[in-house]
């Protein structure tokens, strides 16, 4: 689909015409939106094309553009995901956002181009995401910049939500400032046979030949806040190509698949008429299996070949056989490679299943593990519970035989110690009395007694 002269100016306006190359760029419209300047021209609260995935509620879409995580409140997630595949090896990318929040506002904006990325992503982001085979590319304050684009890889053997540091997996980065600038940000992503390159605003933030993403990946975009949260506004996210019929079989539609092989079936019965078969034994052999030997040129004597005519004929039938067999061979080349691939994904998707299950039957193991230690110590302090209740109980009774033992005897005791004894009281009484009349009398003789004159 070529843009219409009428809203070249439009188009220029938008950003749709890349000014990296001078060649032109044809818009893959399903898988793109907001191209228009509006996200849906119909007025629905929807994406034409598109999968809206959202926790705890589902991203709010405007005409022009889409929330995906609001500014209240915070740790919300949201997503949007194409349904269909990219089916080109050359293309372009535009991605126009605007993050606005409060002063220490945080969060993460993720731009992906993935395998199954809708169903195995959903709305996570790098740093909870588990396995994904593809691309992503990360808008956040990483290390406490001010802003940060950076890029990862990975082929779906690294789990990213359990590894132990995800920033170091970062093939590439640049600072942008990105926060509450008032207008939109412009990342642009381009793939070409020689390189793949990752602009922001029109300057080169990083670039690297040694990457290519195969077609049949999707595209997705998801956003995540935090207890401070940043309001992630995408405006749009258009995907241009040089030529719109170079589809890869692996990303176009089934109707596209099912034209493209009726094509190549005319191609192979027209190649096989030039070197002298006939239509009907070209309709024959279609309609047999890949593993079309039988049409082999049987063996026969030199000595039948008596003319320069019937050796060049039976040197062309075995040449046309020989053909007729590598083709054959290229064709079941082909299919057991698409089945080994579909057999590595379910291989694949087996291994992490089981992953999965032994680590939930290790998890119930540790939770059986608990449990019984939990019950042991309950027992144990239901044990030390009894005996102390029986030592208290024991020692109240002892102390209280104790006390009824000692009691009487202390009375007695108390009794005869403290009872009153009135004897040494009149023996002392009577005793000064006797000393005083021994003394009155002592006194009153000596006093009667002659005096005595020298």
Not at 81 to 106: H, L, T
Not at 164 to 174: I, M, T
Not at 288 to 314: R, Y
Request: hydrophobic residues 35%; proline residues 4%.
């Amino acid at each position: 689909m070529r843009f219409p002269q009428q809203s070249s100016v439009l188009a220029l306006g938008l950003g749709l015409v890349t000014t990296v190359t001078a060649q032109a760029q044809f818009l893959v419209s399903e898988i793109s939106f907001g191209y228009t300047g509006r996200i849906n021209d119909r007025g629905e609260a929807n994406v034409p094309g598109f999968t809206i995935q959202g926790n705890p509620n589902v991203p709010e879409i405007l005409s022009n553009k889409i929330i995906l995580t609001p500014p209240h409140p915070g740790n919300t997630r949201g997503a949007v995901w194409a349904d269909e595949p990219n089916p080109y090896r050359e293309w372009v990318a535009d991605v126009d956002f605007r993050v606005n929040g409060g002063e220490r506002g945080s969060g993460n904006l993720n731009i992906w181009l993935t395998r199954r990325g809708g169903q195995d992503i959903g709305s996570s982001s790098i740093y909870t995401v588990g396995r994904f085979d593809g691309l992503a590319l990360v808008v956040d304050q990483h290390n406490g910049a001010a802003g940060m684009i950076r890029g990862f890889l990975n082929d779906g053997t690294v789990d990213f939500k359990s590894h132990h540091s995800v920033d170091s997996l970062a093939f590439g980065h640049c600072y942008h400032v990105y926060r509450n600038l008032g207008r939109p940000s412009q990342i642009k992503l381009r793939q070409t046979g020689n390189d793949f390159k990752v602009l922001i605003d029109d300057r080169l933030c990083f670039e690297s030949d040694q990457i290519t993403i195969p077609p049949g990946y999707q595209f997705g975009i998801t956003a995540a806040s935090a207890d401070n949260p940043d309001s992630f506004e995408v405006f749009k996210l258009v995907v241009m190509t040089r030529d719109l019929g170079a589809k890869v079989i692996e990303g176009s539609s089934s109707q596209q698949q099912q034209q493209q092989q009726q094509n190549n079936g005319q191609n192979q019965a027209q190649a096989q008429t030039s070197y002298g078969r006939t239509p009907n034994q070209v309709r024959n052999n279609n309609a047999q299996s890949d593993d079309a030997f039988d049409d082999s040129v049987p063996d026969a004597s030199a000595d039948s070949i008596t003319s320069s005519k019937a050796q060049f004929a039976d040197l062309h039938n075995r040449l046309q056989s020989v053909n007729h067999h590598l083709s054959t061979i290229f064709r079941q080349g082909a299919g057991m490679n698409n089945m080994a691939e579909k057999r590595h994904e379910e291989t694949s998707r087996m291994i992490n299943d089981l992953r999965q299950s032994l680590s939930k039957i290790e998890k119930l193991d540790k939770l059986e593990w608990i449990t019984s230690e939990m019950t042991k110590m309950q027992r144990e302090i239901q044990n030390i519970k009894t005996d102390l209740n029986n030592r208290i109980s024991q020692s109240e009774n002892n102390l209280k035989r104790s006390i009824s033992s000692n009691h009487g005897t202390m009375l007695e005791h108390v009794a005869t110690q403290t009872t009153p004894r009135h004897g040494k009281l009149i023996f002392v009484i009577i005793g000064s009395q006797i000393v005083l009349v021994a003394g009155y009398i002592f006194y009153e003789r000596k006093k009667t007694l002659p005096k005595k004159y020298l």
